[in-house]
Every structure is written in structure tokens, then in C-alpha cells.
């Protein structure tokens, strides 16, 4: 239940932030939007206000705006169509979604830095949080546990315990010596692998010592972090694209899973997860991809230097090799997820 709350949470917050983008923008340069809706499938619930519907619909993986006139061809919105609309106009409404995608992690690390604080390790063997599901949770372990020792050796500090259980390659069973409201217990646990990483763990997080900081400090440091994560997933995609491996990709089924696990560690590291997704989301978003926002971009780009707009038989083909490559892509996407999260 915590997974599908958490991954509904992510999911809509995302597509709202997106879609807010292009329509603000749509309705800023005077555009006609007929239905700004988040979700896809049947309608769940539905309001007029104006000339637009706002709808949630019942599958959570996606949102869109119907704004008038995007097909050329189609001429009832008059002057306020979209394609009727000067190319900057467009260009802008089209990079609205995506920059509202950036614009939302440095909000959301902003309220961490600055409501919550900076984190700091404590250096204390204490766990911070614990896993849902992991060999952890499972042994009975809870957050503000204070280990005492690892297979009788005692533990006085957070590295001394990940060198006797995270770093243990062999994955053997480990008892684990506690301290928990100045009573002692002991369990047995069993580590495992974590797919994504290779690292031998049992699912439990380090204790963390937050100081807030006030608002330029916080401002600054969430403009400083958001700009290097942009930085590492360039690199990361660069370095997919030389050399394709699908143990980096991810579906919805699979991030519905991670959204779970970090929600059941915290709010906080649930808003941090929402905050890469967004930037990844905003990222992926721009290749010039056909169907994507970059692929349309690309295409106002191309119309701004001809003069004139793609014919309709070019611009059919190209969304329809960029649909037809994106639905290959979901299929193989979740056939993996399926697969790590059910059959392996």
C-alpha cells in the first residue's frame, strides 16, 4: 500500500509540475487550452472553469494538455491556435515543461535546507532509518537502534559496523547486538545483494544530525546541488549512450518500487527521490527525440530557419518512428522491471 501511495505522490507530482509548465505558458502567449488533465484512461473526476476541463483520470503515469490547433490542420481556435502562434511562442510553451521539471527540485531542496537543515552523519552506529522488506526489517531491527557489536565484535563507530556487514562480499548471516530503550536484544540477519549497486547490504540507513540554514544559504545550496546532479546525469546519459546497458534503466513499475522503499525510510528522502526523477524526467524530456519535447523543439528550430513549418506527410512520419520508438522502449523497460521486481 505504501508503494502505491508513494509512487502515485511521485508520479503526480511530477506530471502536475510538467504540465503546469506548458499550461501557464499556453495560456500566457494566448493560446486555447480545451482540458489540462493528469493521468491517462477514464475520467475520475472532471471540472469546467472557463474554456478548459480540469481532469484526473485513473492511470497515474502521465498528463496532458489539449491545447487548440496543434494539428495544423485543424483551424477552429482561429488566431489562438497553437500553430497559429509566432515560433517563440511555441518554442516557449514546448520548454515549459521541462524547466518547470528543474525549476521543482531547487523548491523542494530549498524546503529540506531550510525547514529541515543540512545533514550531518553522526558518527555513532545508530540507525537512522530502516528499510521496508530488507533483511533488516525483517530481523525485527528499528530506527534509533545503537548497535553494540557484529558476531561478538564489539562496534563503537558507523564505519567500524558497514565494514562488518556492508562490505562482507561472502553475504554470510551476522548477529547483530543492540541497544533499544536501554534494553539489549539480539538478532540474526541475513544480508543480500542490491541489484542496482552490487553492494551487499542489509537495509538499514545511517542516523543523521540536521542544522537548517537560513534563506540565502538555503537558496544558494539548493541552486549549487541541483546544477551538480544536472551535471552527473549528463555524464551518465554520455557515458549510456557509448556504451548501452540496460542495468541503468528503469520503468514506472520499477520506480514505483524505489518511490516504496524510500518512502518507507522517510517523507523527506521520498521529496529528494521525487527531486531526481524530476530532473531526470526534465532531462530525457529535451533529447531531440521525436514525440519528446526536444523533438518538437528541434522541429520549431528547423521551422525558424526554413521559414516555414514541416509539410504534414514529414512531420506524421517523425512523430510516428518517435511514438513507435518510445513504445518499444516502455515494453523493454518493463518487461525488465517485471522481471527484477517479480521473477528473479
Not at 500500500?1 to 507530482?13: P, R, S
Not at 531550510?114 to 526489517?137: D, H, K, M, R, S
Amino acid at each position: 500500500m505504501l508503494t502505491i501511495a508513494a509512487a502515485i505522490f511521485v508520479f503526480g507530482l511530477l506530471v502536475l509540475v510538467h504540465e503546469l509548465g506548458h499550461f501557464v505558458t499556453a495560456k500566457l502567449t494566448g493560446m486555447r487550452v480545451d482540458e489540462f488533465a493528469i493521468g491517462f484512461g477514464p475520467k475520475l473526476f472532471r471540472t469546467r472553469r472557463g474554456e478548459t476541463v480540469y481532469s484526473i483520470r485513473a492511470i497515474p503515469l502521465g498528463g496532458f494538455n489539449d491545447i487548440a490547433g496543434m494539428d495544423p490542420s485543424d483551424n477552429s481556435a482561429g488566431e489562438r491556435g497553437y500553430c497559429e502562434k509566432p515560433v517563440l511562442s511555441r518554442m516557449i510553451v514546448i520548454l515549459a515543461g521541462s524547466g518547470m521539471n528543474f525549476v521543482l527540485p531547487i523548491v523542494l531542496f530549498f524546503g529540506i535546507y531550510f525547514f529541515q537543515g543540512v545533514a550531518t552523519p553522526a558518527p555513532e552506529p545508530i540507525f537512522g532509518a530502516v528499510v521496508e522488506n530488507l533483511p533488516a526489517q525483517q530481523a525485527g531491527l528499528m530506527a534509533g537502534d545503537k548497535v553494540i557489536s557484529v558476531n561478538g565484535q564489539p562496534v563503537a563507530t558507523w564505519e567500524e559496523f558497514t565494514e562488518k556487514i556492508v562490505l562482507d562480499e561472502n553475504k554470510m548471516p551476522v548477529t547483530i547486538e543492540y541497544e533499544r530503550n536501554s534494553q539489549v536484544g539480539r538478532v540474526e540477519v541475513q544480508p543480500v545483494e542490491e541489484p542496482s549497486s552490487g553492494r551487499v547490504v542489509i537495509g538499514v540507513q545511517r542516523l543523521m544530525n540536521y542544522e537548517p540554514k537560513d534563506f540565502v544559504t538555503s537558496l544558494s545550496m539548493a541552486l549549487n546541488h541541483t546544477k551538480e546532479i544536472i551535471l552527473l546525469m549528463l555524464n551518465a546519459l554520455w557515458e549510456l549512450v557509448q556504451a548501452p546497458s540496460g542495468a541503468a534503466v528503469a520503468g514506472p513499475i520499477g520506480i514505483a518500487q524505489m518511490a516504496g522503499q524510500v518512502a518507507s525510510v522517510g517523507f523527506v528522502p521520498l521529496l529528494n527521490f521525487a527531486a531526481l526523477l524530476s530532473l531526470n524526467l526534465g532531462i530525457i524530456n529535451l533529447l531531440p527525440v521525436p514525440a519528446l519535447d526536444g523533438g518538437h523543439f528541434l522541429g520549431l528550430l528547423i521551422e525558424a530557419v526554413r521559414g516555414k513549418p514541416l509539410s504534414p506527410k514529414a512531420l506524421k512520419y517523425t512523430q510516428s518512428v518517435g511514438i513507435a520508438l518510445l513504445l518499444l522502449l516502455t515494453v523493454v523497460v518493463t518487461a525488465k522491471d517485471i522481471f527484477n521486481v517479480f521473477l528473479k
